[in-house]
């Protein structure tokens, strides 16, 4: 079994940063990329920014300059950092990860269970 587990979420004004954290854990061989999407109310989930294990990222063109997406490949965490947030980055921020859990096994995507960002004056 494989966890994904996010924080850092909340409430921020218009202008702030958040920073969310996302620790993968559990029977893990490798992952390769990882990354994060949200979830606006009423919208599909959308891309984020990804990372791959040699550290190319990714971003959604609204986020570009605004956004940089991180990881630690030894502690299997991937953070994104969010500045000058707008109300439209509103969304429930979910993580997912391109995990094999063992030499054998074939990747597999696994998804957290989301974190709330709010961003309102």
């Known amino acids: 079994q494989v966890q994904l587990v996010e924080s850092g979420g909340g409430l921020v004004q218009p202008g702030g940063s958040l920073r969310l954290s996302c620790a993968a854990s559990?029977?893990?061989?490798?992952?390769?990329?990882m990354g994060w999407y949200r979830q606006a109310p009423g919208k599909q989930r959308e891309l984020v920014a990804t990372?791959?294990?040699?550290?190319?990222?990714i971003y959604a063109d609204s986020v570009k300059g605004r956004f940089t997406i991180s990881k630690d490949n030894a502690a299997n965490t991937v953070r994104l950092q969010m500045n000058s947030l707008e109300p439209e980055d509103t969304a429930v921020y979910y993580c997912?990860?391109?995990?094999?859990?063992?030499?054998?096994?074939?990747?597999?995507?696994?998804w957290g269970q989301g974190t709330q960002v709010t961003v309102s004056s």
């Open positions: 997912n990860a391109d995990v094999r859990r063992y030499p054998w096994s074939p990747y597999s995507l696994v």
């Open positions: 559990g029977s893990i061989f490798s992952i390769n990329t």
């Open positions: 990372i791959t294990s040699d550290y190319s990222t």
